[in-house]
């Protein structure tokens, strides 16, 4: 918890300097585009987690804080929207979809792969975090868990509309997969001897495991690449360029770095850089 803490206060600081350097922006864009139409509501409305250590969740004032939250934040600000007229709508992994398709939501940033699946219902601007999928057992790893051939016959827990789920069922066919809604289900499952392992990024469960390091590790060599994006309707491509822009923009000036290095190096390493985005629709 007091480690937890002091992430949520190193990141306020690094925020606070951000949000100074960076108010909303004035840009006049193109007369009919997505970006003309959302700047003029009232509110931006985006999907995010609040049950996602260092990625998605509550702060202490009970405000949603994180490393998606922070791109969340920069998308919006260059469409003109100070930080009070965001509208956060707490979204869980199997409902992502539906939100950008019955127009819930404007766009989400939520720990969210892409998938070739996926891409057939909706836009992706990134990857701006690429994993891969992981073991969490607990300490001591004391079944000798190293990998998904080593679940067989045993109990995995996933989070349900997850890519981990998919890669189970479609893989690993002799693993009982559990599903939960959030990830705190898992853990807590985890914990209590339920399941024998939880599947997931590592980059979901690196944050994890740094809220309990004293009862909870990281087990294997990672498997099945996890490239993280920031989500739009299908029909946005002209969006999907906008974020993509507003990434490379971060990337160039340090902004992305120092998130970077502040909310998530300590837990999952990495050399800050933003990952080579993949190119939006035309």
């Known amino acids: 918890m007091m480690r937890t803490r002091l992430v949520l206060i190193l990141l306020g600081f690094v925020t606070a300097g951000i949000a100074n350097a960076q108010q909303p922006s004035n840009t006049q864009f193109p007369p009919g585009s997505t970006m003309e139409r959302l700047a003029k509501a009232p509110t931006i409305r985006i999907g995010v987690k609040y049950d996602q250590p260092l990625f998605g969740l509550r702060d202490l004032s ?3 804080a994180g490393f998606d939250i922070e791109l969340a934040k920069l998308v919006a600000t260059k469409l003109g929207f100070s930080n009070d007229r965001i509208t956060w709508v ?3 992994s199997a409902n ?5 398709q019955q127009n819930m939501v404007d766009f989400v940033v939520a720990t969210y792969s892409i998938t070739d699946r996926r891409r057939q219902v909706i836009n992706f601007a990134g990857p701006y975090v690429v994993g891969g ?3 969490m057992v607990r300490k ?3 079944l000798r868990l190293t990998g ?3 679940l067989a016959g045993r109990k995995a827990c996933v989070i349900n509309g997850s890519n981990a789920q998919n890669e189970l069922l479609t893989n690993y066919k002799d693993v009982v997969v559990v599903p939960f809604d959030v990830i705190s289900k898992c853990t807590e499952a985890l914990k209590n001897g339920s399941v024998d392992a939880v599947v997931q990024p590592n980059t979901m469960l690196g944050g994890v495991v740094s809220r309990d390091p004293a009862s909870l590790e990281l087990a294997g060599d990672l498997f ?3 490239p993280w994006a920031i989500a739009m309707p299908k029909d946005e491509a002209d969006f ?3 974020v993509s822009a507003v990434l490379r923009d971060a990337d160039r000036d340090g902004t992305y770095a120092r998130l970077y290095d502040a909310i998530l190096k300590p837990y999952i390493g990495g050399d800050g850089k933003l990952p080579p985005l993949d190119p939006c629709p035309l």
């Not at 992502?96 to 950008?100: A, G, I, K, V, Y």
Request: net charge negative; glycine share 8%.
């Open 133 to 135: 999928q992981v073991l």
């Open 62 to 64: 009970g405000q949603p």
């Open 140 to 142: 001591g790893n004391p």
């Open 148 to 150: 998904p051939k080593d």
């Open 90 to 92: 707490e979204t869980a």
């Open 96 to 100: 992502r979809e539906p939100f950008l």
């Open 240 to 242: 999907c360029q906008f």
């Open 224 to 226: 099945v690449r996890e």
